[in-house]
């Protein structure tokens, strides 16, 4: 698991997700919005919501498990296919991209630039934002989707390989396509948004843990304990709460949604212009998080994957011959009960 892992990494931080490239994210999308058109109408919505969600997730797991398992007897394929899936499972770079794009329009070719580009990494209403309020945006989105697209899609990685992270890909797309409270998908989407706020109750913390101890920033800290819970999302407010800390600003407040005005509290104190050093040093917070996160990673792998120590037979004492060393012994004094084979976990 180590050695794709590390490639597929590597490979989001130098290529990102080009757009010319398929991605299976658009094949997930595809499929929701099938099951969707079909299954959302007349009555037992949460309950086909519910099985819809189920039944994607569960085949998601089960078909790359499979394949997975198939994989194993060839070494070199199974090395490719699983960077593959690392690489297609991680979104920081283009996380970053986008975010850069947006303060790159708004800064080159003024306000309304600003908005079009924005409206590509936000689901709020951007036609009415001013430029602080753009700049805004970009900082929450960037600490949101840090937990979203790059932390909890390695926590997963991590306990279940390929297979695991695409499970919870399909929850997160679920989540951003059904997961929301209009009358459209409240019922439809009910289980997907619950199971996304479920699965990612630990990464969302685990997010803000990363941002304050790669910022060394003890207001980010103080924010987490104060704001993070302030959110309407149980997750979304902690990497938030930490980003606010981090560079000393305030997010949430009054947003417009598909429409409707939403009021969120404001999360940080600090009212102060954001200017472009926001925005590098949040990308730094970024990638160093991912970064440490990858190595934590590894480091742990390395712990589990190192052989124990094996079981001495009760009835064979060690001799002084067996101390002196393996080289020293002949072939026939080798000999070692099965038993002595027990490995515990």
């Known amino acids: 698991m180590i050695l794709p892992l590390l490639i597929g990494f590597t490979l989001d931080c130098l290529l990102g997700d080009p757009r010319w490239l398929p991605h299976p994210i658009r094949m997930f999308g ?35 498990f499979l394949l997975f398992r198939e994989l194993e007897s060839f070494p070199t394929i199974y090395l490719i296919a699983a ?26 070719d003024g306000l309304e630039a600003g908005r079009r580009q924005l409206r590509f990494v936000v689901g709020r209403d951007t036609s009415n934002l001013n430029e602080q309020q753009i700049r805004t945006a970009v ?14 899609p390695l926590f997963y990685y991590a306990l279940g390989g390929v297979p695991l992270l695409f499970a919870f890909k399909m929850v997160s797309t679920l989540d951003s396509m059904i997961g929301y409270k209009n009358d459209r998908y409240k019922s439809f989407g009910w289980f997907a948004a619950r199971l996304d706020d479920l699965l990612n109750l630990i990464p969302a913390r685990l997010t803000a843990l990363l941002m304050v101890l790669v910022s060394l920033s003890w207001n980010g800290v103080r ?21 606010a800390g981090i560079v000393r600003c305030r997010f949430g407040g009054p947003n417009v949604y598909h429409g409707k005005l939403v009021e969120k509290p404001f999360i940080g104190h600090f009212q102060r212009t954001i200017a ?23 480091f742990l792998l390395m712990q589990c994957g190192s052989p124990r120590p094996v079981e001495r037979h009760l009835d064979s004492p060690p ?10 012994m002949g072939p026939a004094q080798h000999a070692i009960p099965a038993s002595a084979f027990r490995i515990g976990l």
């Open 223 to 243: 924010h987490i304990f104060q704001y993070g819970h302030r959110h309407s999302s149980p997750n979304a407010g902690y990497p938030e709460a930490a980003l």
């Open 276 to 298: 472009d050093r926001d925005f590098w040093l949040a990308a730094y917070v970024n990638t160093a998080s991912a970064m440490v996160m990858v190595g934590g990673i590894v």
């Open 139 to 152: 900082l929450e989105t960037m600490a949101e989707n840090l937990s979203d697209g790059v932390i909890a």
């Open 83 to 108: 960077s593959i899936g690392v690489f297609y499972g991680l979104a920081n770079h283009s996380l970053i991209y986008e975010s850069w794009l947006v303060i790159r329009a708004l800064n080159n």
């Open 30 to 64: 595809w499929l929701i919005a099938r099951f969707e058109k079909h299954f959302n109408r007349q009555n037992y919505r949460k309950l086909k919501g519910a099985m819809v969600a189920a039944f994607l997730v569960g085949m998601t797991w089960l078909l790359l």
């Open 319 to 328: 001799s002084s011959t067996e101390d002196a060393g393996f080289d020293k």
